[in-house]
């Protein structure tokens, strides 16, 4: 089981149900910006999806990619870092020392300090809450109205996720070979 994450990001409406979703499952405060995941809106024209329609385009970004080869892990002096079964980097609460050098190495930007419980915290695809209950989606696909995320399991040939994988582009934002789990669609055709 290796799971990952697709946006359909051209059908983001920016509604934040998304981040708002993401805060409640994961107890962080309602005004606290930039944590787990977040909406970035910008024009289109010269960015790295390589659309030219000249109009604000809405998308995740700085969320956890769930790379296969993480630059986190290895930095961590104290092996707080690792990953599960599924995929996903965990981080062990109680044995992190916030060195920071995890949050320093990721070139997304996907983790930030926790200031409750003291930890380099970051997306973990709902492992914790929703996946541990034996749910199947994750907090922000669930409420997403646009239905811009496709959550599940790459390993299954028949899942939601690896069905529109094999159905439409895609383009990943990669650093060397760190083989990100988030998967970004590009358009349809009209």
Not at 54 to 68: D, L, M, N, S, W
Not at 92 to 110: G, H, Q, T
Not at 140 to 146: D, F, G, L, N, S
Not at 155 to 161: A, F, G, P, T
Request: aromatic share 8%; proline share 4%.
């Amino acid at each position: 089981m290796q799971y990952a994450m697709a946006f359909d990001y051209e059908l983001c409406i920016n509604c934040k149900a998304c981040v708002v979703a993401c805060k409640e499952e994961n107890g962080i405060e309602k005004g606290a910006d930039k944590h787990r995941l977040w909406i970035h809106s910008d024009d289109l024209e010269g960015d790295y999806f390589s659309l030219k329609r000249g109009r604000t385009t809405f998308k995740p970004t700085h969320q956890c990619q769930e790379c296969t080869n993480p630059f986190c892990l290895p930095v961590c002096p104290v092996d707080a870092i690792t990953k599960d079964k599924t995929g996903i980097v965990q981080t062990n609460v109680s044995a992190c020392i916030l060195c920071m050098k995890c949050i320093d190495v990721c070139p997304y930007e996907a983790r930030y300090v926790d200031t409750k419980r003291k930890f380099a915290d970051k997306c973990i695809f709902c492992s914790d809450t929703r996946l541990a209950r034996g749910e199947t989606t994750t907090a922000c696909q669930i409420t997403c109205p646009a239905k811009v995320r496709i959550f599940g399991d790459l390993d299954d040939e028949n899942s939601e996720i690896s069905q529109i994988l094999k159905d439409r582009e895609y383009t990943q934002i990669e650093y060397g070979d760190n083989k990100p789990h988030l998967f970004y669609l590009k358009p349809l055709k009209k």
